[in-house]
């Protein structure tokens, strides 16, 4: 309708000139529903419930009189109750703006009585504990404003004097002492496991290059047999061959050997046989003949030996006639006396032999030179005996 209003749901719409209000007030508080406004008799104001930020930077000062800057951001709203809506919009309905300033040094104020209870490392270390504490300080103050905080966070503390840089440092230094050695340690465990990812890999690439090799070693022996199956065949038919000559030669051995044994050796045998028994004979005349002499006939044994070394007197003189230097004085007369001493000693020599040797070796001297021995059969005078035949000028 023309004269009625309706709020949005974050705005609270505060009626003046009514008869009395919903607190005993001289205001109307409406909010999520609609009222006239009797533009004659009323007049409407709107308040805003919405979120307001109130930034806080303030100095401090703390229990160990150390100053710092503490930065902090407070949320706040008025609250939803009429009273809190009632009090806002006495304070706040033509100011609305004005909020965010005089919370902020409600707060500031609050916040530098706290710190200065605290000492450095309690404010660093439980910032909500600070934080409650302001939240709860100012709450009687921010109640009677009509506003509520919903939010009060401490964002930074600033330290001009380098306390806290110098606080920090030796666990910073601890810090990154842990960081070096962590990254030490994680390097190492990195390195180790690289050398173990190496080796494994190296152990891979062995296992795969001796595995390869092996390959390549069966197939160049498939290849080298595949090649030499040619030559290995004819090499084997070829030993076959050799064999079969071989085995030839030695059949064409045994057959030459027995036809020598046929051809030579029976022969041999049969003249060897021959010859053996001939040998006996000689020696069953040898024997025959010596125990014929074996009875005293000494002087016939020596007889014979002398006529045996006759030849060589006579061809030993013969040579040291040949190689004498004589001297011929009388010409023919001289060579004619010298081979009359000659003969002369011949046969004187001759004469000695024969006067001092048997009977039978006289008639074997006096046989004809050049027919051969003639064989005589005697009988010795000194012993009557008869002896054996002389052959060729020795006595058996």
């Known amino acids: ?214 390959y390549r070693a069966e197939i160049e022996q498939a290849q080298a047999a595949a090649s030499q199956a040619g030559p290995l065949a004819q090499a084997k038919a070829s030993q076959q061959v050799t064999e079969e000559q071989t085995r030839l030669a030695a059949l064409q051995a045994q057959k030459r050997e027995k036809d020598l044994i046929a051809e030579v050796e029976k022969p041999a045998d049969a003249d060897a046989y021959r010859t053996i028994r001939l040998a006996e004979a000689d020696r069953d005349a040898i024997k025959a003949r010596a125990e014929a002499l074996a009875g005293g006939n000494q002087s016939l044994i020596a007889a014979n030996r002398i006529v045996e070394q006759l030849p060589a007197l006579v061809e030993a003189a013969a040579k040291g006639l040949s190689g004498a230097n004589i001297v011929l004085v009388n010409g023919t007369e001289g060579v004619t006396d010298l081979l009359t001493n000659l003969v002369t000693q011949g046969y004187s020599i001759y004469e000695a032999i024969r006067g001092g040797v048997p009977q039978t070796l006289t008639k074997r001297l006096e046989a004809p030179l050049g027919n051969g021995p003639v064989p005589v059969a005697t009988t010795d005078q000194s012993t009557g005996a008869a002896s054996a035949p002389v052959v060729g000028g020795l006595t058996p």
């Open 1 to 214: 309708m023309f004269f009625y209003r309706i709020p949005a749901p974050n705005e609270a719409m505060v009626v003046s000139g009514s008869k009395r209000g919903s607190d005993g007030g001289q205001f109307r508080i409406v909010t999520g529903r609609g009222s006239f406004v009797l533009p004659w008799k009323n007049k409407a104001r709107w308040l805003s419930l919405d979120l307001r930020e109130a930034l806080i930077s303030e100095s401090c000062v703390t229990k160990l009189r150390i100053p710092l800057t503490v930065e902090a951001v407070a949320v706040f709203k008025v609250g939803d109750d009429n009273s809190s809506i009632a009090n806002a919009a006495r304070r706040f309905l033509d100011q609305q703006q004005g909020m965010e300033r005089l919370t902020s040094q409600v707060l500031a104020g609050h916040l530098r009585s706290i710190v200065g209870g605290l000492t450095v490392e309690e404010i660093i270390g439980d910032r909500n504990r600070v934080a409650q504490e302001v939240k709860a300080a100012s709450t009687d103050e921010m109640e009677k404003l009509g506003l509520v905080i919903d939010a009060f966070q401490i964002q930074e503390i600033k330290d001009a004097t380098g306390y806290i840089e110098n606080l920090a440092a030796p666990h910073a230094a601890a810090v990154a002492r842990d960081a070096r050695i962590a990254a030490a340690q994680a390097d190492q465990a990195a390195t180790e496991k690289e050398q173990e990812a190496n080796a494994l890999k190296a152990g891979f690439v062995r296992e795969a290059e001796i595995k390869q090799a092996g």
